[in-house]
């Protein structure tokens, strides 16, 4: 006799097989991205911060946030501390959680994308395979790396966390910049050396590429 435990495997077993990828169909919307694009008077992209803890990247991506915003242009923040709180609270900071955690985070900034925002993303995002994966994502010109520059010195002087006092008394492994790796960008759109620029001068430099190559349109200051 088949007993109870049998008929909820055999179940579970049919559920799983009407959920493998032959059964799921993308479905279109009725309203497009080039409807929401038209309505927004802006052109999507995503503003993607890369750098080593301390070097800025929050703080700059808040500030040209600000002034978009004041500009009248739909955005969005995701910040990397925050989201790891929420949708990648499970992660580690394996190599292999780090890759996650950015394909995950790719895949929300391309909705976004989708959604017809400019979409701020300030994460560390330490490996150049990652941050391809994020561009391969969505159009050429939506994609625009922003290197937040500064030195291991300058990050460990400054460390708003007390990330590398932690590193030193080896409270936290696998720190990028000390025992993981952070590969510098190749081709990044823009460059930012905070070492040399005010923050105030550095989201202005944001902007002004933003409007050089009509990302913002009709918005107006």
């Not at 077993?13 to 479905?27: A, Q, Y």
């Not at 040209?64 to 609270?89: C, F, P, Q, W």
């Not at 561009?135 to 010109?141: G, H, M, Q, S």
Request: aromatic fraction near 8%; charged fraction near 30%; proline fraction near 3%.
């Amino acid at each position: 006799m088949e007993t109870n435990k049998q008929k909820l495997m055999d179940i579970n077993t049919e559920i799983i097989l009407d959920l493998v990828p032959n059964n799921i169909i993308w479905c279109d919307n009725h309203i497009t991205k080039a409807d929401r694009v038209k309505q927004l008077s802006q052109n999507p992209c995503i503003l993607w911060f890369t750098g080593l803890s301390g070097s800025g990247k929050s703080t700059i991506a808040n500030t040209v946030e600000s002034k978009l915003y004041k500009m009248g242009a739909k955005t969005y923040l995701l910040d990397g501390d925050n989201i790891r709180h929420g949708l990648n609270k499970d992660l580690g900071f394996s190599e292999k959680d780090r890759t996650e955690n950015i394909r995950r985070i790719s895949e929300v900034a391309k909705l976004f994308v989708d959604s017809g925002s400019i979409v701020l993303v300030a994460f560390i995002s330490p490996f150049q395979r990652d941050r391809e994966l994020a561009r391969n994502l969505v159009k050429e010109d939506e994609f625009i790396e922003i290197f937040i520059d500064a030195s291991l010195e300058i990050c460990e002087q400054r460390d708003p966390k007390g990330l590398y006092k932690k590193v030193k008394e080896r409270k936290i492994k696998d720190f990028t910049g000390i025992d993981s790796p952070y590969e510098v960008p190749i081709n990044s759109e823009i460059h930012l050396k905070t070492n040399e620029l005010t923050i105030e001068q550095a989201s202005e430099e944001v902007i002004n590429y933003l409007k050089r190559f009509n990302y913002l349109k009709d918005l107006k200051e």
